[in-house]
């Protein structure tokens, strides 16, 4: 019922001209229907990835908004500035903005309420901490990250559940504590919306996914797709997980 979406997070890599042979690389690869794809390159190559991706069925993200639409805000870009290059989604809360520059639950909702509000798709991450996690407050922190969530429009949401403990270490999660975390966070999810519009929610694990683990990650239930940072960097290996999840939503 949920389609799989595969999302690429460039981060801080890829300047203009590398965004443009990546995505001529990733156009000239075979389409996969069944599964939705999305980049998110930096700020200053989306309005060439924005050009390169006219009339394809890739989205483009940008990695971060900010919740108004004009005013005093040095270094921000509001949600409208996104729309006008030709940006459709958001990526909202990632774990790098929380550590290295404060982003809070408020502020990701405010951003994903925003950025909603004028048209963008967001995808909005969570995830435990390494310490969270060995004192088993996984699920305590969880509840605390979607607790808000509700206020969003449901439709135009993904959450992306990312453990910060296997953020670009190497280190993933296995395909059961993947599907734990999802399963609670649809629980979570069920509660902020509704069952019906919970089960219609994509959640996607992020958190050192590669071609070589996409297969068993992708299989478990709850997880609907991916949000990749290293990985995606390379359009065989970024490739080869959308591969993955064309197989596993042909039931392979
Ligand atoms: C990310 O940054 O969202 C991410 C999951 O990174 P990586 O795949 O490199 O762990």
Redesign the pocket.
């Known amino acids: 019922m949920r389609k799989f979406l595969i999302a690429g997070?460039w981060?801080m890599h890829k300047g203009v001209s590398e965004t443009s042979a990546f995505i001529e690389s990733l156009l000239a690869t075979d389409p996969t229907p069944a599964v939705d794809v999305v980049v998110s390159p930096p700020f200053t190559s989306l309005p060439t990835a924005a050009m390169l991706l006219t009339g394809s069925e890739i989205g483009l993200a940008a990695q971060n908004v900010h919740w108004e639409s004009s005013g005093a805000f040095t270094g921000e870009l509001s949600s409208e500035m996104l729309v006008e290059i030709g940006a459709s989604w958001v990526i909202v809360g990632?774990s790098?903005r929380r550590t290295l520059f404060g982003e809070t639950d408020r502020t990701a909702r405010d951003r994903a309420r925003a950025a909603q509000q004028a048209g963008l798709k967001v995808i909005y991450?969570i995830g435990e901490t390494l310490e969270e996690r060995e004192s088993e407050r996984t699920f305590e922190v969880l509840e605390s990250q979607t607790d808000g969530l509700g206020a969003l429009e449901s439709a135009e949401l993904v959450v992306?559940y990312?453990p910060v403990w296997?953020?670009?270490?190497g280190r993933t999660a296995s395909p059961e504590q993947a599907q734990e975390a999802h399963a609670f966070v649809r629980g979570c999810l069920e509660r902020a919306f509704s069952t019906e519009r919970a089960e219609s929610i994509r959640i996607l694990y992020?958190?050192?996914?590669k071609p070589t683990n996409a297969h068993e990650l992708l299989s478990k239930p709850d997880v609907d797709g991916g949000?990749?940072?290293?990985?995606s960097l390379d359009v065989d290996s970024f490739s080869a997980i959308i591969r993955a999840a064309a197989e596993c939503a042909a039931g392979e």
């Open positions: 997070n981060k990632h790098e991450c992306a990312e296997a953020i670009g270490t992020g958190g050192s996914l949000l990749i940072g290293g990985a």
